[in-house]
């Protein structure tokens, strides 16, 4: 209790130190990303690595000046936040910048503002806010409900602009769910969903049926003596076919004809590597020519000479994996690992279940960030435009993130103090 | 701390097994698989072939014959093109909007991103006012490359021409060649290609992604230079091509001079001929079918693949084989009663009753009778059985290069025919035939095919009393002016030396006494020797035929000239024969103008090709009949 005036000693180093790091990775990798040979020059505040700077300069000012606030605020708020980015949400929808598509940007002065990033932290906040409040069980259908309004919410707003990689962000928030006590079946309808749902994309929606109905009977077999195993086999399969026939019509019937093209590309049921599949295509390979030590700073030749898109962005990690090969990327998500277990540490070694369930919220944001952002540029899940944390290039999500990651910090710092 | 704290341990074990997944795709992608390498090359690397210019060829004067000429290829870039004036544009190449949208499409199938041919070989003119407006036209440029230009429109079969190459060509090539490439197809331009085309170099360019140069690859440390072709200096004479060329048009037929002291063709005329200009540009491949549709097929190389029973001039070969066998000699005398009877009933018949004749008189007055005799002796009366005689003979005949390929340095050339003893073994169903059976190869008709080159080259072998060097077109290769070692060597004929001055008396006769058969066609100051031949056409009229060689000392030039369908040889074959060799020794000609006009205003073609498509049919039917049938005329 000594040191609870002490702010910065108790700040945990080891997370600021690895933001940092990220950050700076981010930086030299944006500006490898948009080097010119040409006309090469260190620092232009026009360009985007010289913007990243000022960026990356005051996200770290503002994550400080969270650490100044009173601990309180941001619990006494969360409704405030949630209240006010609900509200730009809507905003957007209406006054927004449409980019690429997507009606997700507010215009203020030079600067675009994109709600759907600070949504991330004021959707954390007041569902911890909701599920640290004393009576709540999460096993309650009604506890449920309550959490998935405030989880689902931002995301149906976000889907409108439509972003749909922001919006899949949100799922992530079920870890969050599951720690404080929702049924592991939950998890596993998750997992169950996603197989069901490639495999149906992928082959005959009957095929698939078919092996659901044989793997059911042969776990009927088995479990024939237990009468609760056969209720759960039974609901399960229920399930998968109510599942599969609804995706089957989504997929046919709903999805746009671009998403579906995006799915297909990455499921291999096309092979179009100058149409739809260019990015994956490209991605992969200014990645995959990397080899084990990368071709060097400013050498790589596919990020150089433009044949990624969106490179500085949400792409920026092939400039990792060409510049700096197998070594630099397993670096980089050895940092990002390293960060999401000390996260997930530092939550549960806080005393108020606000703090842990926030934390909670802040590893599992980053989690599907860096999953998704880096699995898609290697092929494994289809191409979503989220950025990659801490190195993608923008103002928007670096600031996000920083909030993010700096109210867990400022909780933890005050972990030791009366809630 | 509540009662889910072990699930602490779930959400992690989900981060680090979700860590180790990325980490195990990375790693195949990065480590274990070389595809993305490769790619990674592909995209950004653009070898740009560096054309060499193909090898020039000379006459043997260093007058250019063929040389390069810039064009101008119109490019374009699908995905750089923003919209603009189609109708201008259109105008300005000259095409229309339908030819545009095709030719655009055609280039965005190709690929969007890389630069394809819009438009092939472009004029000057055009290319100028284009050049002009380009930049009303992004996306496209134009890009230069060299072709084929023929300044004198001549010697069109001597120097071939060039195309691209096809699959085939481009597998065998092991590399060399790449789709759009040229390499020679026939002539010159095929037997030298790998001296004429040069080496390839490469430019090893860095591109972006739209395609867009940033400059050389590794600093130009792969890069190679283009080596230039070797230029060519050919045997060939063009004033005298030239001419030969004007003599022969509107006749079918052949001229070949050789320099007898070298084998070196002076003139190669294949007529009729095309320009070979027509084989260049835009139209190429209109002409091309044009030309190979043509009734009288100009895309034959009649010098080296038209083969014809070379009549009377045959009676030369035979003269010196009889006297190297020792059989005859310049004082035997045979009596000619206007023909020579063989076998029991057989009769050739003679032009004119000689009475008693000599050897040179036979040469001057072509006497059937006297080769009949001749021919029997040496096939009859030669101490062995008539099929070894005939072996003998033949073997003697073939050493003047009759019945194989000389081995001329241009493709296609054909072997001729010259029967074996097993021919007429086989046609007469036992091997007891005699002179009486083949006497038509005594004046030359019959079973016997030879090509103009071959005739030019046995009068090479007469001016050089007894040998030849293999007769070729290219006399220096290169700066270092190489020479093939094979066109070094000389070749015998087997005939002794002396055995050629009666012949030459009696050749000289021919064109040089008011009695000869050529006496029309003499040239003031030169001694030419010669020998009037026709040769017999069951398809039409009879082929005429004169081969000579001048001066009569030291000569410089041997000539044998084939005009299809035009009669007697002295009629129309010698006066060009004597033209061509003024032309050559003195460069000048003497003869009046009205002289030259007849030869060249005449129009020898047969009728129509309706005509000759009949003939043809009646030919074959012609082919079957006996040799001794066939034996009717000569001079």
């Not at chain 1, 400080?64 to 929808?93: C, E, R």
């Not at chain 2, 003047?400 to 007429?424: H, Q």
Request: aromatic residues 12%.
């Amino acid at each position: 209790m000594n040191n609870q005036r002490s702010l910065f000693f108790n700040v945990d180093w080891f997370i600021i130190l690895t933001y940092l790091t990220l950050c700076i990775i981010g930086w030299f990798n944006i500006h490898a990303a948009v080097y010119d040979p040409m006309n090469p020059s260190i620092i232009d505040l026009d360009t985007n690595y010289g913007k990243q700077l000022i960026f990356i300069i005051s996200a770290f000012i503002i994550g400080f000046a969270i650490l100044l606030f009173d601990n309180k605020f941001f619990n006494t708020f969360s409704p405030v936040f949630y209240g006010i980015t609900i509200l730009l949400l809507i905003l957007v929808l209406i006054i927004g910048r449409n980019v690429g598509g997507n009606q997700a940007w507010i215009p203020i002065g030079s600067f675009r503002l994109q709600p759907s990033e600070f949504a991330k932290f004021a959707t954390c906040l007041l569902l911890a806010r909701y599920l640290s409040s004393g009576t709540i069980k999460v096993q309650e259908f009604r506890t449920q409900i309550t959490a998935a309004f405030i989880i689902l919410l931002p995301t149906a707003l976000i889907l409108l602009q439509p972003d749909a990689g922001s919006a899949l962000t949100f799922s992530s928030l079920i870890l969050v769910l599951y720690r404080e006590g929702l049924s592991g079946y939950f998890l596993v309808i998750e997992g169950l969903s996603i197989v069901l749902f490639v495999l149906t994309v992928l082959y005959n929606k009957y095929v698939v049926l078919v092996g659901v109905i044989a793997l059911a009977a042969t776990l009927i077999y088995f479990y024939r003596k237990s009468r609760k195993s056969l209720t759960i086999i039974g609901s399960g399969f229920l399930f998968s076919v109510l599942f599969i026939f609804s995706v089957d019509f989504a997929y046919n019937k709903i999805l746009k004809p671009h998403q579906k093209n995006r799915i297909d590309v990455i499921l291999g049921k096309v092979n179009d590597p100058r149409g739809i599949g260019y990015n994956l295509n490209q991605s992969k390979i200014a990645i995959g020519s990397g080899g084990l030590w990368g071709k060097g700073y400013l050498q790589g030749t596919q990020t150089k000479y433009d044949f990624v898109p969106e490179q500085s962005t949400d792409f920026i990690f092939c400039t990792v994996g060409e510049e700096w090969g197998f070594a630099g990327c397993f670096l980089v998500i050895s940092l990002y690992l390293f960060l999401l277990i000390r996260i997930v540490n530092i939550a549960e070694r806080q005393r108020s279940s606000f703090a842990r369930i926030y934390g909670y919220g802040v590893a599992s944001i980053l989690f599907f960030h860096v999953f998704i952002n880096i699995g898609m540029t290697i092929g494994l899940i289809p191409v979503i435009g989220i950025p990659l944390p801490f190195l993608s290039y923008g103002g928007s999500s670096l600031w996000s993130f920083t909030i993010l990651l700096f109210i867990l910090l400022k909780f933890d710092s005050n972990r030791m103090g009366i809630i | 701390m509540n009662s889910f704290f072990a699930r602490k341990f779930v959400v992690q074990g989900i981060f680090i097994a979700i860590t180790i997944i990325l980490l195990m795709r990375l790693f195949y992608i990065q480590v274990i698989s070389d595809e993305y390498i490769l790619s990674a090359e592909n995209n950004v690397i653009r070898r740009l072939p560096i054309y060499p210019a193909r090898g020039v060829i000379l006459d043997r004067n260093e007058n250019i014959l063929v040389q390069n000429e810039p064009v101008y290829d119109l490019m374009v870039i699908p995905r750089e093109v923003k919209p603009f004036d189609t109708i201008e544009f259109c105008n300005l190449i000259g095409i229309d909007k339908k030819g545009f949208d095709r030719r655009f499409k055609k280039a965005r199938s190709y690929s969007p991103y890389k630069a394809s041919i819009f438009e092939k070989q472009l004029s000057v003119q055009i290319y100028a006012s284009f050049q002009e407006k380009l930049s009303n036209f992004p996306g496209f440029f134009v890009q230069n490359r060299t072709v084929r230009r023929y300044p004198d429109s001549i010697a069109a079969h001597f120097l071939g021409y060039i195309g691209e190459v096809n699959q085939k060509v481009i597998e065998n090539s092991k590399g060399f060649y790449s789709q759009g490439d040229y390499h020679g197809i026939t002539g010159i331009e095929k037997s030298y290609e790998e001296l004429l085309r040069g080496q390839r170099g490469v430019q090893n360019l860095m591109v972006d992604a739209l395609n867009r140069p940033k400059g050389n690859y590794a600093d130009g440390k792969y890069d190679t230079v283009a080596v230039a072709g070797e230029h060519m200096i050919s045997s060939l004479d063009k004033d005298l091509q030239k001419l030969g060329e004007q003599l022969m048009k509107n006749k079918i037929g052949s001229i070949v001079a050789i320099e007898p002291s070298t084998g070196e063709i002076l003139s190669f005329v294949s007529s009729p001929g095309y320009d070979p200009n027509l084989m260049v540009g835009r139209q190429r491949g209109n002409n091309y079918m044009a030309l190979l549709n043509d009734t009288y097929k100009p895309m034959f190389v009649r010098p080296i693949q038209a083969e014809y029973p070379p009549g009377s001039i045959f009676k030369v070969v035979n003269a010196l084989v009889a006297q190297q066998f020792g059989l005859i000699n310049e004082n035997t005398y045979f009596f000619c009663p206007g023909g020579y009877r063989y076998g029991r009933q057989g009769f050739m018949g003679c032009t004119h009753v000689h009475g008693s004749i000599g050897l040179k008189g036979s040469i001057t007055e072509s006497c059937n009778t006297y080769y009949g005799y001749t021919y029997a002796r040496m096939i009859d009366q030669a101490g062995m059985r008539p099929v070894n005689a005939y072996k003998k003979w033949r073997a003697a005949v073939s050493a003047f290069g009759i019945g194989t390929a000389l081995g001329i340095d241009l493709p296609g050339e054909r072997n001729g025919l010259l029967p074996t003893s097993d021919f007429y073994t086989k046609r007469f169903k036992n091997d007891r035939w005699g002179s009486a059976f083949t006497i038509s190869l005594s004046i030359g008709q019959g079973e016997l095919g030879i090509t103009p080159l071959q005739m030019a080259n046995v009068m090479a072998i007469v001016a050089n009393r007894g040998f030849f060097y293999k007769p070729h077109l290219i006399k220096a290769i290169g700066d270092e002016n190489v020479i093939k070692e094979e066109f070094l060597k000389k070749n015998s004929a087997g005939i002794d030396p002396a055995y050629f001055d009666v012949i030459i008396d009696g050749m000289s006769a021919v064109v040089n006494q008011p009695s000869g058969t050529a006496w029309y066609s003499r040239i003031p100051e030169i001694e030419m020797c010669g020998k009037t031949g026709t040769v017999q056409n069951p398809h039409g009229k009879d082929h005429s035929v004169f081969v000579a060689f001048a001066p009569r000392e030291n000569p410089k030039i041997a000539i044998a000239v084939v005009v299809e369908n035009a009669g007697f040889g002295a009629t129309w074959s010698a006066p060009i024969a004597s033209l061509m060799v003024e032309k050559y020794i003195n460069k000048k000609i003497s003869r009046p103008k009205a002289y030259m006009d007849r030869l060249i205003d005449a129009n020898l073609l047969p009728g129509s090709a309706k005509v000759i498509r009949k003939q043809d049919s009646d030919s074959t039917r012609n082919k079957t009949v006996l040799t001794e049938a066939r034996v009717k005329s000569n001079e």
